[in-house]
């Protein structure tokens, strides 16, 4: 774990034409791929179109590189629930003698690991986990919480497969709600019935279903039959190449995990509760594209002008 995950001949035929279509642009690392100017118009138009839907929320933007320091995975239990899936940064640092090894066995291609030491970074495994520390920082929120846009942020995974919809790295475009719990169950639940609205108005197929996270092993079974039951994540799906409809956005509920990890406290001093939402760019492109056609310009008029409003 985690082994390579070969793609149905299905989503080999899809990536092939995506490729074909210059649409991606393979680098030699499944899941990690180069991508045309028009994937990019896409991907920024759903993103625009986004941020428009959110202007009731009056979220505050906070932008943050894709890189997070190593201490926040430390603290949330990232390594316990995900450990398969966590990318970290390591950095050399030695002598000149051992640089030279190093490159000596980088240039053959053979494990040069040992010449290497954790640094201080990890990669960002999903957009909201800088904003938590950020907002405990401010102290006790005001009344009625914040709710934040981290934006659409590059995240990675460490799930290589052959699916297209099944990156490395890829973009996550989230919003994040901190406040009293009544008031971030029904931001969440709001959200996925706007969400709903909002895919649908784009002509794809979506719908939603209660969601679990891929914990790792045998107790991560459980923690996945507890946040079934509890209705904790939500996702909506849609029919890209899998043999199943693929996630193309969740809501989660966390409920006081985030808040208390980092002591984030309502305006009346109870422990706050967290839920964010998250779109998978990717995805959302790839299922457009497979829904409308390979070119943009000959998508449905009411599609175009959503995504790019004249
Ligand atoms: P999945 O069940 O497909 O692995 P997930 O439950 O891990 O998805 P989240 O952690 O909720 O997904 O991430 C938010 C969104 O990011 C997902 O709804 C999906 O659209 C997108 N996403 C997640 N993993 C990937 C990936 N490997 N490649 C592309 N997009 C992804
Ligand atoms: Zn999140
Ligand atoms: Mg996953």
């Known amino acids: 774990m985690p082994e390579f995950r070969p793609g149905t001949p299905d989503q080999d035929a899809y990536l092939e034409e995506l490729v074909a279509a210059g649409l991606l642009v393979r680098t030699g690392v499944h899941g990690v791929y180069g991508r045309s100017g028009t994937f990019e118009k896409v991907r920024n138009g759903f993103d ?12 505050e933007a906070l932008r943050f590189p894709p890189v997070l320091p190593r201490h926040n995975l430390e603290s949330t239990g990232y390594l316990k629930s995900f450990p398969h899936l966590a990318g970290t940064v390591f950095s ?3 002598t000149e003698g051992q640089a030279a090894q190093m490159f000596e066995a980088a240039s053959k291609h053979e494990d040069w690991s040992e010449h290497q030491h954790q640094t201080d970074l990890v990669l960002m495994p999903a957009a909201c986990y800088p904003v ?3 907002v405990a920082a401010r102290g006790p929120l005001p009344e009625g919480g914040v709710t934040v846009d981290p934006g659409g942020a590059y995240v990675f995974r460490h799930e290589p497969s052959g699916d297209p919809a099944r990156l490395q790295m890829f973009h ?3 919003l994040v709600r901190v406040a009293e719990p009544e008031t971030v169950a029904t931001w969440r639940d709001a959200w996925r019935d706007r969400a ?5 108005g784009l002509g794809l197929d979506a719908n939603f279903d209660v969601a679990t996270d891929p914990f790792f092993g045998r107790r991560g079974r459980m923690m996945a039959a507890s946040q079934k039951e509890q209705e904790l994540k939500f996702e909506i799906l849609v029919q890209i190449a899998g043999p199943e409809p693929t996630a193309v956005a969740s809501f989660n509920y966390h409920q006081d995990h985030f808040a208390s990890v980092y002591g984030i406290e309502t305006s009346t001093g109870e422990v706050a509760h967290t839920a964010c939402l998250g779109f998978g760019h990717e995805r959302i492109v790839l299922a457009l594209l497979k829904t409308h056609g390979l070119d943009p310009q000959a998508w449905p008029e009411d599609v175009r002008e959503q995504l790019w409003p004249a």
Do not use: C, K, Q, S
């Open 196 to 200: 709903i609205d909002l895919l649908r």
């Open 172 to 174: 996550m475009r989230e």
């Open 48 to 59: 625009e179109l986004v941020t428009r839907t959110a202007i009731p929320d009056e979220a």
């Open 132 to 134: 938590y520390p950020a």
């Open 92 to 94: 050399f640092e030695g």
